[in-house]
């Protein structure tokens, strides 16, 4: 695996058809036989694989039964959700609607070419992206200063995003001065880019004073590293220790980069990017008291997701109401916990609720009446993107077995289905079980790779360590995960 971050050199490496597309499979590109496919991959078998995700889907939205009864993964503080989905951002950039159902039209490109190095934060830097950034007056030469908003009139300082009527529509503050427009996607994620802007503007404004004489390019480029840095040991130190199951973690620490197992090509594989990186959905908690201000329908998950520029332009800037108490979100023993990592959702990503937000209009699947949600959209866009099938990976020669062996789904060299039946029949009487029938036995024989990931960590515990069901990844699961958010310099 080249490091991230730098340019790759692919020679050896078997291209696909479209390199340009910034995509590749986990271990090289895939034959049609090591593909997921579920009833299959032509119009027919797409339209069956959508219909099953439905009702897929509904089974996330319900209660998982934890053996203990507690859904709160003790483990992972409730702010560690939206820290991931930055990493996500800051690792794969794709936008795209589902693929077209009858020719199955390929992945968006990634235009990520570098991973862990902030461009979700900086963009291409103040020369390309001058809009995202500021001088100031007080310090001299500056021009790298990024942008931070707020409420005129509030006595504290700045702490929202900068944010702007829209020129052509003169809607109140419908836009986001920001590199990456999807760090604007709910408020938790919002005002944690504007932590990183705080930090970058403290670094880089000491760096300014203390180099005067030095090109404002130049010190920008070292006030990035900097924090690029910090930000790293974050990710490695923190983040993923908290997230990866804890020998494969240790793998990584103690042998860095030559425990990456993956090839030699910088291009994003589809395993991450359209189906392991999905988990972070999965710990959504269904409230959040971000402070002691907010009450009621105000601390709803939904809330907190349209408390955004493109959802609500005029209620923005935010107000002091809305200003997160990080405390709440990221103190080990007191915060807010996010949830276990299984087969369950909260229920406003998995209903119509939302639906403005992920519409589905464009799937011609689509009944009324039906829900499906982030988990349909998830699932369907991960089947349909020629992801490797989960037997192909836990077969393929560059898995080791000692990763076999630690995840409860594969400890026979096989895949062992019977936790992902167990919990596809949970519920359901005789007749819905003769009706869905077809579904599980499909889902059980070629299991979508996310609902394997979920299920893998639903029934991964490890006493030594006293981690018990979901509050961790599976090794699988947790190998995809690090082989792509490992930064090359985690110190």
């Not at 690792?91 to 235009?111: E, H, I, K, Y």
């Not at 836990?394 to 080791?400: N, S, T």
Request: aromatic fraction near 8%; proline fraction near 6%.
């Amino acid at each position: 695996m080249t490091s991230h971050g730098t340019a790759s050199s692919l020679g050896h490496v078997a291209m696909s058809a479209d390199t340009s597309s910034g995509y590749r499979n986990l271990f090289g590109d895939t034959s049609r036989g090591e593909q997921y496919r579920g009833f299959g991959d032509d119009e027919a078998g797409r339209c069956a694989n959508r219909r099953m995700f439905r009702w897929l889907a509904t089974r996330f939205g319900l209660p998982y039964k934890w053996p203990d009864g507690n859904p709160d993964n003790r483990r992972i503080p409730a702010g560690y959700t939206y820290l991931a989905q930055l990493v996500i951002h800051d690792t794969v950039q794709t936008l795209g609607d589902l693929s077209d159902l009858r020719n199955g039209t390929p992945p968006p490109r990634n235009a990520r070419s570098g991973r862990l190095v902030l461009d979700t934060i900086y963009g291409k830097g103040p020369g390309a992206d001058p809009l995202f950034y500021r001088p100031c007056e007080a310090v001299p030469k500056s021009k790298g200063f990024l942008r931070i908003g707020g409420r005129e009139g509030y006595a504290g300082p700045p702490r929202d995003l900068p944010r702007s009527p829209c020129p052509f529509t003169g809607m109140a503050y419908s836009d986001v001065l920001i590199a990456d427009a999807r760090n604007d996607d709910n408020l938790i994620i919002a005002q944690l880019t504007v932590l990183f802007h705080l930090l970058h503007n403290i670094v880089y404004g000491e760096l300014r004073k203390k180099k005067p004489n030095d090109s404002d390019a130049q010190v920008f480029v070292l006030a990035r590293k900097i924090v690029a840095r910090v930000y790293r040991a974050i990710v490695f130190k923190d983040l993923l220790k908290k997230l990866l199951h804890p020998d494969i973690y240790e793998k990584y620490v103690n042998e860095g980069e030559k425990a990456l197992l993956d090839i030699d090509d910088a291009r994003m594989p589809l395993e991450f990017s359209h189906a392991a990186a999905r988990f972070g959905h999965f710990m959504v908690r269904n409230q959040y008291n971000i402070n002691d201000k907010l009450q009621g329908e105000k601390t709803s998950v939904e809330a907190i997701l349209r408390q955004t520029s493109a959802s609500r332009p005029f209620d923005m800037p935010v107000t002091p109401e809305w200003l997160i108490d990080w405390r709440t979100l990221f103190d080990e023993g007191n915060s807010l916990k996010s949830r276990r990592l299984g087969p369950e959702m909260a229920l406003p990503l998995v209903t119509n609720d939302l639906e403005a937000d992920f519409g589905e209009f464009d799937d011609p699947t689509r009944q009324q009446g039906d829900i499906g949600g982030l988990a349909y959209r998830d699932l369907v866009r991960g089947a349909e993107s020629k992801l490797r099938s989960v037997d192909s990976i836990v077969q393929h020669e560059h898995l080791p077995d000692y990763v076999r062996q630690l995840s409860p789904l594969t400890r026979n060299g096989g895949i062992d289905s019977t936790a992902v039946v167990r919990w596809l029949e949970a519920g359901l009487s005789d007749k819905e079980k003769d009706l869905y029938k077809a579904d599980m036995s499909c889902l059980a024989d070629d299991i979508p790779l996310l609902l394997f990931i979920l299920i893998e960590a639903a029934e991964t515990r490890n006493s030594e360590q006293d981690i018990k069901n979901g509050e961790c990844l599976g090794a699988i699961g947790s190998v995809i995960i690090a082989e792509e958010a490992h930064p090359a310099v985690p110190g």
